[in-house]
């Protein structure tokens, strides 16, 4: 059964730095990772999405990288704002479903 | 972009009653959609796969007769939440697969069902 970690699971950081979001699981067999954001009481925004043969996307001030033989992803985060303040989630896909961690709430104060 | 609109947003209902959630794909098909429930500070669960035309897939310890699925066209599928009780209050969300799993998922606003 696919497990899915995210840590931490809440960061606070000041405006501008640069952060780090983690993600492991436990079944390395994959077709894709997918990183969320949500905010409160929304639904889900797609982030960036890593095909199981890449081993990084970008996207403006975000990148992941996702290294599938050790199960594990990670979500960069560049030159922080306070409108990233969200919950981000990742979500694995295999097996004819998605798996999703239990996120990373985090705040960006001004 | 691909977008998936659900209906609707917030509902209250009467404990014993049923409530219908939408899920419609605007501008492309979905032969598949998927339904979670989320529970405040925790991740999304799946409840079942929804496959256009057929019978849904239902997750082990998801209840069938409580959580009606119908996906009747390539645009559109329900959850109906029967005999609704305080207990099935929470988030619901939607998701479909943009043509195929390589392209990833797209997601519905959320319904948030109270149950009063």
């Known amino acids: 059964k696919q497990e899915v970690t995210q840590i931490p699971a809440a960061l606070s950081v000041p405006e501008g730095e640069n952060l780090v979001l983690n993600c492991s699981f436990t079944d390395s067999a994959i077709y894709n990772l997918q990183w969320f954001r949500q905010d409160p009481g929304k639904g889900l925004t797609s982030l960036l999405l890593?095909?199981?043969?890449?081993r990084e996307q970008t996207s403006g001030r975000l990148n992941a990288s996702l290294d599938k033989s050790s199960g594990r992803s990670t979500l960069y985060i560049a030159a922080s704002q306070p409108g990233d303040s969200a919950t981000y989630l990742c979500a694995v896909f295999n097996a004819g479903k998605s798996t999703f961690g239990d996120g990373t709430t985090l705040t960006v104060k001004p | 972009g691909a977008v998936v609109s659900q209906h609707p947003s917030r509902v209250i209902c009467k404990s014993g009653t049923s409530v219908k959630i939408e899920c419609r794909s605007l501008d492309f098909q979905a032969t598949t959609m998927f339904w979670y429930r989320q529970f405040p500070k925790q991740s999304l669960m799946l409840m079942a796969t929804s496959n256009e035309g057929s019978k849904a897939t239902y997750e082990q310890g998801v209840e069938k007769d409580k959580f009606l699925i119908n996906h009747a066209s390539l645009t559109l599928s329900t959850l109906t939440v029967t005999s609704a009780h305080p207990e099935d209050s929470s988030f619901y969300i939607c998701s479909a697969i943009l043509r195929d799993i390589s392209l990833g998922y797209t997601f519905g606003s959320g319904t948030r069902l109270t149950v009063v």
């Open positions: 890593i095909q199981s043969s890449q």
